[in-house]
């Protein structure tokens, strides 16, 4: 089930696509651990045109048909050395909601300081087992500005804010 996003429209999508060019000019866009060497400008144009005209099921698929993500890799293990551990199969689908989620709330952001409005959030997305760390973020009232430096700053998962709320938590934010 997709992330509904509130205010996902044409001015938003601007945004988004104008916070996307920002992080290619910076060389700061955010490749998973789980992509094949190779196929960055794959997935840098893929990105793109999803947040100018689709969603992020559209994106999920589009990783899933053009083979984006390796099929295994190594991971440490805890008392040293490295075994083989399969890509989760939700690796697709984490990355599209949680990369596109993040340019929704860039360019909302951008949105709220010109329109000088605020962001609230809320859930985008039911999941089984909400977190309770995600449960306290719903219905806060947060400042645009310090939000979009904070997702412009840290690329990836884990923000200082915590928003969005990591991968899977369905969270995300609206005009108010």
């Known amino acids: 089930m997709p992330i509904f996003f509130e205010n996902l429209d044409t001015t938003t999508r601007d945004y988004m696509r104008g916070e996307v060019n920002v992080d290619f000019e910076n060389a700061n866009v955010y490749y998973s651990k789980f992509l094949k060497q190779g196929l ?13 005209e689709h969603d992020e099921a559209w994106l999920e698929s589009k990783i899933e048909s053009n083979q ?13 050395g490295f075994t083989v551990a399969k890509v989760p199969y939700t690796a697709p689908q984490t990355l599209a909601e949680g990369e ?9 952001c951008a949105r709220a300081i010109e329109e000088g ?3 609230q959030v809320y859930r ?5 087992n909400a977190r309770s760390a995600s449960e306290e973020k719903i219905g806060q009232i947060i400042a ?6 904070d ?3 840290n690329v ?12 899977n938590s369905g969270l995300t934010i609206k005009l108010v």
């Open 68 to 80: 984006l993500l390796v099929d295994s890799y190594q991971r440490k293990k805890p008392k040293g």
């Open 151 to 153: 997702l412009r700053v």
């Open 117 to 119: 409005k605020m962001v």
């Open 100 to 108: 596109f989620n993040r340019f929704y709330c860039r360019g909302l």
């Open 144 to 149: 645009p500005k310090e939000l979009l430096e």
């Open 124 to 128: 985008g997305k039911e999941v089984t």
């Open 40 to 52: 960055q400008d794959t997935w840098d144009n893929l990105l793109l045109e999803a947040v100018t």
């Open 156 to 167: 990836g998962v884990d923000t200082a804010l915590g928003l969005p709320s990591g991968p």
